[in-house]
Nanobody, 121 residues
């Protein structure tokens, strides 16, 4: 099993910045892709950004140029730096990780508990 713990959400004014952190813990696992998703009230969960273990990144069009995803493989931690925040960015942000777990060598998808980001106008 892999546990994901997020931190860094909160309330910020439009134009401000926040940094989200997600750390993975568990026994005998190897994470491939890590990412951030978000779900606004009444909306479906959507991909914000993800990053492979090799550092390849992918962003939703709505956040390109404003958000930056990065990771520290040694710490099994992924970050999301969010700049120039807009009220439309208000949502619960969820960390996501695909991991190979030993001894089964199965690949599983894990989710964090979510952290609220609220951007006021």
């Amino acid at each position: 099993q892999v546990q994901l713990v997020e931190s860094g959400g909160g309330l910020v004014q439009a134009g401000g910045s926040l940094r989200l952190t997600c750390s993975a813990s568990g026994r005998r696992f190897s994470i491939s892709t890590m990412g951030w998703y978000r779900q606004a009230r009444g909306e479906q969960r959507e991909l914000v950004a993800d990053i492979t273990s090799g550092g390849l990144t992918n962003y939703a069009d709505s956040v390109k140029g404003r958000f930056t995803i990065s990771r520290d493989n040694a710490k099994n931690t992924v970050y999301l730096q969010m700049n120039s925040l807009k009220p439309d960015d208000t949502a619960v942000y969820y960390c996501n990780a695909d991991a190979v777990v030993l001894p089964s060598w199965g690949t599983y998808t894990y989710w964090g508990q979510g952290t609220q980001v609220t951007v006021s106008s």
